[in-house]
């Protein structure tokens, strides 16, 4: 069972919900923030778009303090896997489980297009439905995506080759064209596109899938 994390003003928790459950068929549930547990049974983790608590301090800076949050630390640090998309990227970010921060496009404005990414780890269990080297085109749609941190983390992420995903043609100005970072476990991913919106051919083909059908085949494969 996927536990998909509804803060106040996310908005594309039903998508995600959408795209596991019906496109998929994934065992999915709608969890509330201010739940203190995980579901019974939760298999993965994955925390939605949208504008949490109306992003009045920083993007995800108050959802960090949700009590949700600390019940998806735990599961994170026990190995489970986490996916934030977008608002989810940044409180994944607040809440200490990846590093940096993700900051206003370089110029200041919003942002809805298509992008093409470039896979940089081929692996579970996000990314192991694509190799290293292949292109995806999946919607982007943010104001806050820019992704950064100190030089010398950079400089980790790097040598770790923690990048999952990076633009092909940089939208926002996150530093080293950053779309998708993994932990250093490689169990929490967070990326700014929205594969939840490219799931279906007609409304612009289903490259997403094979990042959250990646996630279905590690905790069938018993990663999870």
């Known amino acids: 069972m996927f536990a998909v994390i509804r803060f106040p003003a996310s908005n594309d928790d039903r998508d995600t919900i959408f795209a596991l459950k019906s496109v998929l068929g994934v065992d999915t549930r709608e969890v509330w923030h ?63 489980l990846l590093p940096g921060v993700l900051q206003r496009n370089h110029h200041l404005h919003f942002v809805c297009d298509s992008v093409e990414l470039a896979v940089e780890r081929s692996r579970a269990p996000f990314t192991s439905g694509t190799e290293v080297g292949a292109r995806l085109r999946i919607p982007i749609k943010h104001g806050e995506g820019a992704y950064q941190a100190p030089p010398d983390v950079l400089e980790r992420i790097e040598g770790e080759g923690l990048v999952a995903l990076r633009y092909v043609e940089n939208p926002n100005g996150s530093a080293n064209d950053i779309a998708g970072l993994c932990n250093a476990a490689g169990n929490v991913l967070g990326m700014m596109p929205h594969p939840e919106h490219a799931v279906e051919e007609l409304i612009g083909g289903t490259d997403g899938l094979k990042i959250l059908g990646s996630m279905l085949d590690a905790v069938a494969g018993g990663a999870r």
């Open 34 to 96: 201010k739940e203190r547990e995980l579901p019974a049974g939760t298999q993965a983790v994955l925390l939605p778009g949208g504008f949490s608590y109306g992003d009045y301090l920083r993007c995800g800076a108050m959802a960090r303090f949700s009590p949700v949050v600390e019940a998806v630390q735990r599961f994170a640090a026990q190995g489970g896997p986490v996916l934030g998309i977008c608002n989810g990227f940044q409180v994944l970010c607040e809440s200490g």
